[in-house]
Structures are given as C-alpha cells and as structure tokens.
C-alpha cells in the first residue's frame, strides 16, 4: 500500500510540474498532446498562443497547430505542410533527439519536426513562436523557420523562403498560391502546380532584384513587431510594402500577414482581448484586383481553378462558375468547375442534339485552339457544333474563337465585351437565374451593393477606366490571334504564338546568348516583364513546317517539375523558334564543373529530379519520349537549383547528317550509348546510359572525358573506368576527390555509384529504367552489386 501511494505521490507531483511548467509557456521533454475534444494546448506565458489540436472538418479531424487562444476567432496561423490533418486519437510528443513527433492512432508516425540534438526543453513563446530548445542553451527547431500560410510580427523570411496557401479555407492541404524570396532578392507571389510542385510566373513582384547593383538587392522580408513590413535591401535600406500609418498599434491589436486560399497576401489586425466574434481588419493586402494582372505569358494569376470564372469588378478574386458548370469541391469556390455537358468524339454523337447558352461578358482567353475571323455568329456556332472538341465558342466583331476543356484563366465584368456560347445538350439548357459573385459572408455583399449606389459616379469612372485597359488588351490579343492563326494554321496547343519580329524585339536582336546546342542557339528575352529564354533552331529538318508542329504538341503535353517548361513558340516561314521559361542559374555543367565544389546534398537533390524528369518522359507521357543528348549543358537550375531537363521532345528535328558524331547517330561524346554504333534498335536505354554518365559526373564533380595532352591519355581519363576501378578497389574516396560531406554519407554515396555502374552497362538489357533508378536514388528500394559495365570494348570501332 506504501509502495502505491508513493507511485500516487510522484505521478500527482510529475503533473503538478508540468502544469507549472506550461503555464510558463514551457514544454518538458516528454510531454505529449492527444487529440480529443477535451485536450488542453501548451500556452504561451500571456496565453496569446495556444500550441495543441485544433478541430476542423467535423469531429473526427484535427490540425496539430498554433492559434491564437484569447480571441472567440481562434485563427489557426501555424500547421505542419506535409501532414497537416489527422484523426481523432493522434498523439504528438516531445522526444528527445527527435523533436515533435506526430504520429497516427496506429502509432504511426507521419510529422516530425526532425531535432537531432539532445533538447533540454521546449517553448511556446508569446511571439506565437514555438521553438525547441537544447541542452546547449541553443534553439535547435523552431515553427517561424517553417511557416505555413502566415507570419507574425517578429517573424523573417530569408532569401529562398516558400510560404504556400491553403487549398481552401477548410482544407489545410498545400495551396495553389505561394510567397516566394528569391534569389535574387524579388519577393513574389505566384500560383504553383499542384500535382507536380513547380512554380508559374509571379503575378505580382516587388522589383526588389536590382540586376545593375546587387547591393541594392533584397535580402530579407521583415515583419517587424509593430506589424509594419518591409524588404531589407544588403545595402541596409529599406523598401516599404506596408506603411506606418496602416499599422495599428502592436499593444492594442494581434498582426498576422496571410496567404489567403485566394492568392492575396493580406496583412490584418484584430483587437487584443475582445470577447465580441469580431472579424479581422483587413488594412493592406497586394495584388489589387488579381484577376486582372495580364502579362504576355501568363494571361492571370491563376486565381479561379479551371472552368471557373473570376469577376473583373472586385477588388479581391470572387469566383464562380458559369451557368452549365458546377463546383467540384463545395467548399472551395474559387476551385474548379465540373462541366453539366462535356462533348465527345463518338460516333453516336448527333449534331442535331447540340445547343448554345449564352454568356454575357465572359471569356477564357487562353483556351484557345482555333480562330476563325470574318465570319457570321451563326456560322461560328455550326464550326462549333461539328467540331467535337470545341466545348465553348466566343464570337465578337465578326470573329470567333474555339475552346476546349478544360477552360483556364475564366474572367467575367464589363471590361469583356465578349459573347460566349457555351456548347449542351438539347433539353439540359438549365433556367437562366441571374447571380451575383456571392462572398462568403452576406452582409459582405450587402454592403457592397450599397457602397455601389452610394458611389456610383465613382464607380462609373472606375469601369471606364477598365474598359479603356481590357479593350487595348483585347485588341492586342485579338492581333496575336490574328497572327497565330493565319492561313488556318493550327496547333492544337494552349501555347503562346509569337512572330519573329515580336521575338526580334524581345531578344534585343538576339543580343544575349545564353548557350549552344544541337538544335541552335539560345538567347535571352524580356517579353512584357518576364525574362524568358528564345532558342533559334538551326538544324531543323527540310520539311520542317509539320513536323515542326507535331513536335510542339508533343512538347507542350509534357508537364513535370524537372522539365524546363515550354511558353510559346514562332514558326514564321523558315524560321523556328521555341520560348521556354527562364533559368536563373544557369546549366548543370557550369554549376558542375566551375571554381567551387557544390556541396553533396544539392548534387544528390539535382540527381533525383535528372531522374524523375527522364522517368516521366519514359514511362508517364501519353506518347513516349527518348531525350537522345542528355548530358549537362541540357540540365538547367531554377532559382532554388532544382534539375530541369531542357531539349526533350527535339530530336526529331535534327538533321541526321549534321550531328555531331557519327551519321545517324544522336548525342555528345561521352555520353553516347554502345547501341548507336551497333546495327540495333534505339530505344529509352539509351538515355539511361546517358543518365549513368551524368550521375557519376554528379557524383565527382569531373568530366566524362578528361581532356588529354598530345595525345597521351592519362589514366583515370575515362570517367565511367574511373569509377568502375574506384569502386572495385573500395577507394570512392579518391573518386570524389575527398569530399568530407559525400565520405560521410558513405551509404549513399555507396548507392549512387553502384547505380550509375549499372546504367552504363554495355548491354542496354542490363541496364535498369529510369522508374527504377529513381526508386533506388530515393533509397525505395536496395541497388545488387553492378557487373563489369565494359566487358568488351565497342569503342575502338
């Protein structure tokens, strides 16, 4: 009996401790939160910040987060991104050596905040901070290093920070929507893909990336704790994006600034200890009217999902869709739209079952696969009728443009002057209900409908001020579709068409060159203020023209975070030219093979994406794709040195006796396959093994070939018999010529090898595809101990 009272006595006193402790805002190593309905948070010492788990989506789900705990709008300002929802049950824990962990009911763990120090404790600081604190006095984790949608006052954000939006304001998910510090020092706002993770063009920038004086340059975005935001230049100057008189004063009122579901940056306030369910303040928010933010590139922000619509006449994105679509998500308005009527091709199909609706001053500008000009409104809707794929058909002026789904970039106001017909079934017209864009609270809409009749001579004004700007834009589109389309010259792409003069201007005469390659040379480009990269083709076969067009389709189906992404293009009588995005830093090969070593973890992150890019290509695409010249002038770096493969798609065009090895045989020197000097079918292998001599390049920092003097030959030339004796003789060390970071990582660097050994195996049937490299890379699965990749020389031939 002594002996359970004891046990009592300590467990009541281990309680009592850790009740004090938090009520500090302090967290001992080994105290834990589980998700139910009556699970107490870690507070902050104020009890402004609540750490715990927060309900959201019924009672089953929970967001293990930081809120503000004070308030009745407890807004949620901090969640884990990768698993941000869990079910009721869900236990995190501080661990010693591992930090937060999260782990399922099951006991699975899904999130951990990954400290790998020993930690004396953890905090919940009244700066809505929670930050893990060693045994060293040092902070080793803390959330304001991992933000999710929103940042408070103290908080910063350093040159490569990603903070992403919700999917919606229900679910945590990543978001279409991100806020970008670049390398450069430009602060963007940008929508993403989300399937695939890579970024569109910015819809909105700060211009903070002075290219003439990098001192003057952007090097931090500062969130101060008076709620005033602004970009530190490296010179120490400031550029202001909020104003001091905006802010509220920091004793009186909370500051957050969020990355709304919407796309909009917003910085709001709210007061301190109000017990009425006030809403925030909304007292700056960039961009202004975000659906009309056109760039010749990028028709929007991206703001509505597909089929959707986005309203030209409000400040902030309202969308909606169009009579004859419906939400495929309920709770994401500004998500995508599902069509009541898809056509198809079957042969079932009749014409006389097809009708029209009318929408009034709506437009999907960038769906595009058709124009015709000069034609009736009649006749524009009988071209649409027969035509199996046009879903939509917007006639203006005698001109009619033919739409596929999905339907991208929707607008709707009185800035668009267009009629668009949207094609359904005889006897599923639903009733024309006139609708308003609704927000999201009804004494929002309300009020603005009475701000409207207040206001109309201001309004009156505002709408001809946008009516004067969209009509010089339409005009200016309504001319590059005249251009794209003459002579009724299709391509059945949502890409760019660019005349060769248009391309002239933005090259600046093709003034900077970027690099050469195969197929021609690449230059530089500014086309409105986005920087693009032109390659001239040169070496495009005689009749040029279809397959030229064949080619472009193929191109502009491919879509893969580790491919350069394709814009636009000009095939102006014998001129041939592709604008791709624009790569900040530049090829592998000079980040490679420059003055100073990249460290292991960027060439082992670079590998990975070589590899899930060629796997795509292989095995993903609708149509397959064989690269033929991987090698790394082909590989380009974004702005956070992510692998993108560039020239795929283009091997078709080259001219077989202008290559630059042996006739009939596409590729570089060194990396070249055994097969194309062998009388056997080419196939994807081929990039494999040009694969492998890229990952042991990679892997050493050395060329594939080792340029000799007078002919001597130098041992250790070749760099694939190079690795070949390094890894027989167990002396990796000297094939990566030292390097503590890689050595360390002996493991992997072990697999990487062993991979690469395998992929420039003379026999392409031994060779693994690329699905299967990356699986290895990615340490999915284990690598077997590679052959002799040269068992006979093929060389000497």
């Not at 893990?132 to 304001?144: A, C, K, L, M, R």
Request: hydrophobic share 35%; with cysteine; aromatic share 10%.
């Amino acid at each position: 009996m002594a002996l359970i009272l004891y046990f009592i006595l300590v467990t009541i006193l281990q309680t009592t401790s850790i009740i004090a402790q938090q009520r500090n805002g302090t967290v001992p190593v080994g105290a834990s939160l589980t998700a139910t309905d009556d699970a107490e948070p870690w507070l902050s010492p104020s009890g402004d910040f609540a750490f715990g788990f927060k309900q959201i989506q019924g009672k089953e789900h929970f967001v293990l987060s930081i809120w503000y705990a004070k308030i009745p709008d407890q807004i949620i300002i901090w969640y884990p991104q990768t698993s941000p929802t869990v079910s009721r049950g869900s236990k995190v824990e501080l661990i010693n050596r591992h930090g937060l962990v999260l782990k399922d009911p099951q006991g699975i763990e899904v999130w951990s905040s990954r400290s790998i120090s020993d930690i004396a404790y953890g905090v919940m600081n009244d700066t809505g901070n929670f930050v893990i604190v060693g045994t060293n006095s040092s902070d080793v984790w803390e959330s304001f290093d991992y933000p999710a949608d929103t940042m408070l006052p103290t908080q910063v954000m350093n040159i490569g920070g990603v903070i992403n939006s919700k999917l919606s304001e229900t679910n945590f998910s990543k978001g279409r929507f991100q806020l970008r510090m670049l390398q450069d020092g430009n602060l963007v706002l940008n929508s993403r893909d989300i399937v695939f993770d890579f970024p569109y063009v910015a819809y909105y920038e700060s211009r903070t990336n002075d290219t003439s004086n990098s001192s003057n340059s952007g090097s931090q975005l500062i969130f101060d704790a008076t709620g005033y935001m602004y970009i530190l230049r490296r010179n120490g100057q400031r550029f202001n994006l909020t104003l001091r008189n905006t802010a509220l004063s920091s004793e009186e009122y909370y500051h957050r600034a969020t990355l709304d579901s919407d796309g909009v940056l917003t910085l709001y306030a709210h007061l301190k200890n109000s017990t009425s369910n006030e809403s925030w303040d909304n007292i700056w928010f960039e961009p202004k009217k975000i659906c009309s933010h056109l760039t010749l590139i990028t028709l929007d922000s991206r703001a509505c999902g597909f089929n959707n619509v986005c309203n030209l006449d409000t400040e902030r994105p309202n969308c909606e869709c169009a009579q004859g679509f419906s939400l495929l998500d309920p709770n994401d308005p500004n998500g995508d739209c599902k069509p009541d009527f898809t056509p198809t091709c079957s042969e079932s199909d009749s014409n006389e079952e097809i009708d029209f609706i009318e929408l009034t001053n709506v437009n999907w500008p960038q769906s595009d696969y058709k124009y015709i000009r000069s034609i009736r409104e009649q006749d524009c809707r009988n071209s649409c009728k027969e035509d199996c794929f046009c879903a939509v058909a917007i006639y203006n002026d005698n001109q009619c443009w033919k739409k596929k789904l999905p339907l991208v970039n929707g607008r709707k106001g009185r800035g668009e002057v267009s009629k668009a017909l949207l094609k359904v079934r005889k006897g599923d017209i639903p009733p024309y209900i006139p609708t308003m864009f609704p927000r999201e609270k009804k004494d929002q809409k309300t009020l603005i409908t009475v701000i409207s009749a207040l206001l109309g001579i201001s309004v009156f004004v505002s709408v001809v001020l946008i009516g004067v700007f969209f009509h010089g834009f339409f005009m200016n589109y309504k001319k590059n579709a005249i251009n794209q389309y003459t002579n009724s010259k299709v391509v059945n792409t949502n890409l760019l068409h660019f005349t060769y003069q248009e391309l002239v201007e933005a090259t600046n005469v093709f003034r900077e060159e970027l690099g050469k390659g195969a197929f021609g040379i690449v230059y530089k480009g500014v086309i409105g203020t986005n920087i693009v990269a032109v390659k001239k083709l040169d070496r495009v076969i005689d009749d040029g023209e279809k397959e030229f067009q064949a080619e472009v389709n193929a191109i502009a189906r491919t879509h893969h975070k580790n491919l350069v992404q394709l814009l636009g293009y000009c095939d102006e009588g014998d001129q041939r030219l592709l604008v791709y995005e624009y790569m900040s830093n530049g090829t592998l090969a000079s980040f490679l093979f420059g003055d100073v070593r990249p460290s292991w973890k960027q060439r082992s992150n670079i590998a990975l994406g070589i590899a899930k890019g060629l796997s795509y290509l292989h095995e993903e695409c609708s149509t397959q794709v064989i690269h033929c010249d991987i090698k790394p002038q082909n590989i380009l770096l974004d702005d956070y040195y992510n692998a993108k493969i560039s020239d795929f798609g283009l091997a078709k065009l080259l001219k077989m006796n202008e290559s630059r090895t042996n006739t009939g045989i596409r590729g570089t020197k060194g990396y070249v396959a055994p097969e194309w000097f062998r009388n056997i079918p080419v196939t994807i292998k081929v990039d494999v093994y040009s694969f492998g001599v890229l990952l042991l390049e990679i892997i050493s920092c050395r060329k594939s070939v080792k340029e000799v003097q007078s002919g001597h030959v130098e041992y250790g030339a070749i760099l694939t018999d190079w690795a070949w004796d390094c890894y027989q003789e167990r002396i990796l060390d000297a094939f990566v010529e030292n390097d503590m970071e890689a050595i360390d990582d002996y493991k992997k660097l072990t697999t990487f090898v062993k991979t690469g050994l395998w992929c420039v195996q003379e026999n392409p049937s031994l060779r693994p595809t690329m699905r299967k490299v990356t699986q290895v890379l990615e340490g999915v699965i284990e690598v077997s101990e590679p052959p002799c990749p040269f068992p006979f020389s093929v060389f000497s031939s």
